[in-house]
């Protein structure tokens, strides 16, 4: 699919996109990484996610917000999450989407997957409206993992930066 290609379907649709957050060019960006699947019958949009509740003593590490560097921000409130690959093994992804936004080596995170201390927790598939590209519906299939940090490995702030945006995550008593 190209952008010509999502245009037409969009118009077909009446989805108005001056209203989402992102670009069309994005939508199709993430369809080419193989992100994101668009389906025509509905049209809705198909998402791996990854998220991954990271504890450390008394502390839980949260996305807190994202700045573009248009000056477009966002605040979060989310687990360490991210978009996982279609076709690729699910735990490898996890691993490279956490190593991206915590800056660990994709090494270290394997070690603590086969200590047991990261864990797969549960699989959940979630559907609704997206804040992102609105009045596509969106699908979550969600997979859901438990991190028991090790203080040794713990920074006080963690800040991932890529070309676009910077995202910001820092830890917050965990809710009783």
């Known amino acids: 699919m190209d952008l010509h290609q999502l245009m037409l379907i969009l118009k077909e649709n009446q989805i108005d996109t001056s209203i989402w957050f992102k670009s069309p060019q994005d939508l199709i960006n993430e369809i080419l990484d193989h992100e994101s699947k668009l389906e025509l019958n509905p049209l809705q949009r198909r998402v791996q996610a990854g998220y991954c509740n990271i504890y450390c003593g008394d502390r839980m590490l949260i996305e807190t917000c994202q700045v573009w560097k248009d000056g477009r921000s966002r605040n979060r409130m989310t687990p360490v999450s991210g978009k996982l690959r279609f076709n690729q093994d699910i ?27 990261l864990q797969f927790a549960r699989q959940e598939l979630t559907t609704g409206d997206s804040t992102t590209y609105q009045g596509i519906p969106i699908v979550w299939d969600e997979y859901w993992f438990t991190w028991n940090m090790p203080y040794d490995l713990k920074k006080p702030i963690y800040k991932e930066i890529d070309d676009s945006k910077v995202t910001t995550f820092e830890w917050i008593e965990i809710p009783q």
């Open 91 to 117: 735990i490898t992804e996890m691993l490279r989407e956490m190593s991206d936004e915590l800056g660990y080596d994709m090494v270290i995170l394997l070690l603590e997957f086969e200590s047991g201390r």
